[in-house]
């Protein structure tokens, strides 16, 4: 596979989650949270966004979230439950992006803010129309999503590198 292949990063932030007296890397999805991440599913789906591999931040509220998306996937893809995920600062999420095997095409993420959304406006030297600034001005809310492209390898995954080609919310 040539290093020049078009590349998908899928980037979720999980869904909304309940504040309890669990440590917060426990917390449970809210009722809220758990009719969202389906319907975040079923866009994914159709939009055509099918990743080979998915990486998921082990906190409660990211593997639940990650749970409800891919029941409404066409296919599973292979997920990879890493702990580097939680609280994970944008240098060590473009880390582990950096860490991808060149033979996957399209990669998931599935984390938690402020990462998530300082990782989709870190890549985006583009974007389509003014998905940018959408972006931006939502925050990256919960059950959002965002899906950047870029060529090349993932050992060159850096600032600016990406087009966000969509990006989603279930209230926007």
Same mark, same amino acid.
């Given at each position: 596979?040539?290093?020049?292949?078009?590349?998908? #990063?899928?980037?979720?932030?999980?869904?909304?989650? =309940?504040?309890?007296?669990?440590?917060?890397?426990?917390?449970?999805?809210?009722?809220?949270?758990?009719?969202?991440?389906?319907?975040?599913?079923?866009? $994914?789906?159709? @939009?055509?966004?099918?990743? @080979? $591999?998915?990486?998921? *931040?082990?906190?409660?509220?990211?593997?639940?979230?990650? /749970?409800?998306?891919? &029941? +409404?996937?066409?296919?599973?893809? /292979?997920?990879?439950?890493?702990?580097?995920?939680?609280?994970? &600062?944008?240098? =060590? $999420? #473009?880390?582990?992006?950096?860490?991808?095997?060149? +033979?996957?095409?399209?990669?998931?993420?599935?984390?938690?803010?402020?990462?998530?959304?300082?990782?989709?406006?870190?890549?985006?030297?583009?974007? +389509?129309?003014?998905?940018?600034?959408?972006?931006?001005? *939502?925050?990256?809310?919960? &059950?959002?999503?965002?899906?950047?492209?870029?060529?090349?390898?993932?050992? @060159?995954?850096?600032?600016? #590198?990406?087009?966000?080609?969509?990006?989603? &919310?279930?209230?926007?």
């Amino acid at each position: 596979m040539s290093v020049d292949t078009p590349r998908r #990063i899928v980037l979720l932030r999980h869904a909304k989650a =309940e504040w309890s007296n669990d440590s917060d890397h426990e917390r449970p999805l809210a009722d809220r949270g758990r009719k969202d991440a389906p319907v975040a599913g079923r866009w $994914l789906a159709g @939009a055509g966004v099918t990743p @080979a $591999l998915t990486l998921c *931040s082990t906190a409660a509220r990211t593997r639940e979230t990650w /749970k409800l998306v891919v &029941s +409404e996937l066409p296919h599973r893809p /292979k997920t990879v439950y890493d702990e580097r995920l939680y609280e994970a &600062s944008l240098g =060590e $999420l #473009i880390a582990l992006l950096n860490e991808t095997s060149d +033979e996957v095409d399209d990669l998931m993420l599935v984390g938690h803010n402020p990462g998530v959304h300082d990782l989709a406006d870190a890549l985006a030297g583009e974007a +389509e129309g003014d998905l940018l600034a959408r972006m931006n001005r *939502s925050g990256f809310p919960t &059950s959002a999503m965002a899906v950047l492209t870029f060529n090349g390898s993932w050992k @060159a995954v850096e600032h600016g #590198i990406g087009r966000l080609v969509a990006f989603w &919310s279930p209230h926007a």
